[in-house]
């Protein structure tokens, strides 16, 4: 079986000691790509340089809401240059262009680090982006629901998102699964991760059995959420396959089967050859 694990902070400092380490776990038990998310600009850069010599890593760039207040008149044209400079010095060395999507980008009203005016503006600053690169996003999204709802709307009218491809993932989809239609008519897909397999998780677990079989992804959200197997601990991407076997009986479907359209699922939304 191969998996691929769509959403990993592998850039993040608590891999620095071990993170050719955590890359090899990774392979021995199947997950062989796997996409970074970035946080902020100076995160981007890391995931870029991982990437570049690594063919296993995939990335995402953008400003999460977290840091929306960093945001300068010129971020949106240095994420530009990062993704050209990163992809051009891939392809000269040999690999395919590493960066194939922008991400992590969203709203986040629940700790509101950023404030919620300026969390709007970023968010829609880089929907922008997006569709002036043809890019998929990677969406975050922490109670502020109306508002996302609101915000997506209002691009899909506008024409934003592509009608070739998927919009986009939600990442780390907790809402419920009443929500899940407004999402998927905008072309988006749903990622899931460690979660899932707690037992008091009642509305990612009902969520996760209702999406289409070509609409789901999965993750780990590495180094956070990690799976009920290692609770507690620092969260990796050789976990994802517990993540799977749990998604799989939600589904009622072998892990074979599971694995399987979650990783073509996941090199349609970045666009990869699988």
């Known amino acids: 079986m191969k998996w691929f694990d769509s959403h990993a902070h592998l850039q993040d400092e608590v891999f620095d000691d071990d993170r050719s380490t955590v890359l090899q776990r990774a392979r021995e038990v199947g997950v062989t790509r796997i996409l970074l998310p970035a946080s902020d600009l ?151 991760d460690g979660p899932i397999t707690y037992s008091n998780a009642k509305k990612a677990r009902e969520a996760i059995a209702a999406v289409p079989d070509d609409r789901l992804i999965l993750e780990t959200d590495a180094p956070w959420l990690s799976p009920r197997q290692k609770r507690g601990r620092r969260n990796e991407p050789s976990y994802l396959p517990w993540i799977g076997e749990e998604a799989a009986k939600l589904r009622g479907v072998s892990t074979e089967i599971l694995a399987l359209q979650t990783f073509n699922n996941a090199c349609r939304l970045f666009r990869l050859s699988c």
């Open 42 to 192: 100076e995160d981007a850069r890391k995931a870029c340089e991982l990437a570049v010599d690594e063919p296993m890593i995939y990335v995402a760039i953008g400003v999460h809401p977290h840091e929306a207040i960093s945001w300068e008149e010129g971020t949106a044209s240095q994420l530009h240059d990062l993704l050209d400079k990163t992809n051009r010095h891939a392809l000269e060395n040999g690999r395919d262009a590493p960066v194939v999507a922008i991400g992590e980008i969203g709203l986040d009203f629940h700790y509101d680090f950023s404030p919620r005016d300026i969390q709007h503006q970023v968010f829609e600053s880089q929907l922008q982006l997006a569709y002036e690169l043809d890019l998929p996003v990677v969406i975050h999204l922490r109670d502020a629901t109306k508002d996302m709802i609101d915000v997506l709307t209002r691009a899909h009218a506008a024409g934003l998102f592509s009608d070739d491809y998927p919009s986009g993932v939600l990442h780390c989809y907790s809402e419920s699964k009443d929500k899940l239609k407004i999402f998927l008519d905008m072309g988006f897909m749903i990622g899931f």
